[in-house]
């Protein structure tokens, strides 16, 4: 090999391992694979956890925290952030801002967050978001039901399907289920600024004050007696999933207008709640497009 075949390769290989590497930043800017931290997880060891206020939620991550900032119904407390990290948020002087900026080091934030928190820099102390209510979204034709679906990363997981295909709200119970917290919106990497989370007390009574706004309301059961292609019937679409494992409560099977299952004619025939609904909202938005007033 020539002098110039090896210069000529060497460049190349620079070259792929650029772009390699900005589409590796790209990712971690939205929170979709870890930020390397060279720490070692003994370090987590004494670490407890500070106890929050009810109305106190800490947000981490460079996508999580721009949504957040972008968002005007967030009330923001305080942004703590490395000098480097709010050079990638690209925001203004601090001294123009509306809440306080305090500059520190990645092991200030590990103190309140634990050094296992991919926060990448940055953390942001807020409010939570204002409550909603179900009858506020009486015009939006899809929504998103869970009952009683407990982690956190799942729930961010839908979170950012609900958003991706537009359904109006995602309402969960306000037993068994996650508050806003820092997991939830990293794992929905800035769609908890996009979408109401509704907590209601009771999931029966709010499936029934759903039916009176005119949704159908559908369960997803893998026993379901129709696939849920199948199943729609109505220009306004609520859907249902269970947690992992126990699936729908009875009551809440009893309560739906209709219950139906995903065909798959794979050799696994169950998914993760979170991609359930995936798939579901997708198969719902068709629907909906295809029944639509401008389609017909």
Same mark, same amino acid.
């Given at each position: 090999?020539?002098?110039?075949?090896?210069?000529?390769?060497?460049?190349?290989?620079?070259?792929?391992?650029?772009?390699?590497?900005?589409?590796?930043?790209?990712?971690?800017?939205?929170?979709?694979?870890?930020?390397?931290?060279?720490?070692?997880?003994?370090?987590?060891?004494?670490?407890?956890?500070?106890?929050? /206020?009810?109305?106190?939620?800490?947000?981490?991550?460079?996508?999580?925290?721009?949504?957040?900032?972008?968002?005007?119904?967030?009330?923001?407390?305080?942004?703590?952030?490395?000098?480097?990290?709010?050079?990638?948020?690209?925001?203004?002087?601090?001294?123009?801002?509306?809440?306080?900026?305090?500059?520190?080091?990645?092991?200030?934030?590990?103190?309140?967050?634990?050094?296992?928190?991919?926060?990448?820099?940055?953390?942001?102390?807020?409010?939570?978001?204002?409550?909603?209510?179900?009858?506020?979204?009486?015009?939006?034709?899809?929504?998103?039901?869970?009952?009683?679906?407990?982690?956190?990363?799942?729930?961010?997981?839908?979170?950012?399907?609900?958003?991706?295909?537009?359904?109006?709200?995602?309402?969960?119970?306000?037993?068994?289920?996650?508050?806003?917290?820092?997991?939830?919106?990293?794992?929905?990497?800035?769609?908890?600024?996009?979408?109401?989370?509704?907590?209601?007390?009771?999931?029966?009574?709010?499936?029934?004050?759903?039916?009176?706004?005119?949704?159908?309301?559908?369960?997803?059961?893998?026993?379901?007696?129709?696939?849920?292609?199948?199943?729609?019937?109505?220009?306004?679409?609520?859907?249902?999933?269970?947690?992992?494992?126990?699936?729908?409560?009875?009551?809440?099977?009893?309560?739906?207008?209709? /219950?139906?299952?995903?065909?798959?004619?794979?050799?696994?025939?169950?998914?993760?709640?979170?991609?359930?609904?995936?798939?579901? /909202?997708?198969?719902?938005?068709?629907?909906?497009?295809?029944?639509?007033?401008?389609?017909?």
């Amino acid at each position: 090999m020539s002098k110039n075949d090896k210069h000529d390769k060497s460049g190349r290989d620079s070259h792929y391992a650029n772009l390699r590497r900005a589409v590796r930043d790209a990712k971690r800017e939205r929170g979709e694979i870890p930020t390397p931290s060279g720490r070692k997880r003994d370090k987590a060891v004494g670490w407890k956890a500070p106890e929050l /206020l009810p109305d106190q939620v800490y947000l981490y991550g460079l996508h999580t925290v721009r949504a957040a900032l972008n968002n005007p119904e967030r009330k923001i407390i305080r942004l703590s952030v490395t000098q480097n990290a709010f050079a990638r948020l690209e925001l203004p002087d601090p001294s123009t801002l509306p809440y306080p900026v305090e500059f520190v080091s990645p092991p200030d934030i590990d103190k309140v967050l634990g050094p296992d928190a991919i926060h990448q820099g940055v953390m942001l102390e807020t409010r939570p978001l204002p409550v909603k209510r179900l009858e506020a979204l009486k015009e939006s034709p899809l929504l998103l039901v869970l009952d009683q679906v407990t982690d956190p990363h799942n729930v961010g997981a839908i979170m950012r399907s609900a958003v991706a295909f537009g359904a109006g709200a995602l309402v969960t119970t306000q037993r068994h289920s996650p508050t806003e917290s820092g997991v939830m919106a990293k794992s929905a990497s800035g769609a908890l600024e996009l979408i109401p989370y509704i907590q209601i007390t009771n999931l029966a009574l709010a499936l029934e004050e759903l039916h009176a706004l005119g949704f159908q309301t559908i369960g997803l059961d893998s026993e379901g007696p129709a696939p849920l292609e199948g199943s729609f019937a109505a220009d306004k679409i609520a859907l249902v999933l269970g947690s992992e494992g126990k699936g729908l409560r009875q009551k809440t099977r009893e309560t739906v207008k209709a /219950l139906a299952r995903l065909d798959m004619p794979g050799a696994i025939k169950s998914l993760n709640v979170s991609n359930a609904a995936a798939v579901a /909202l997708y198969a719902a938005r068709t629907h909906l497009m295809r029944n639509a007033p401008s389609a017909a």
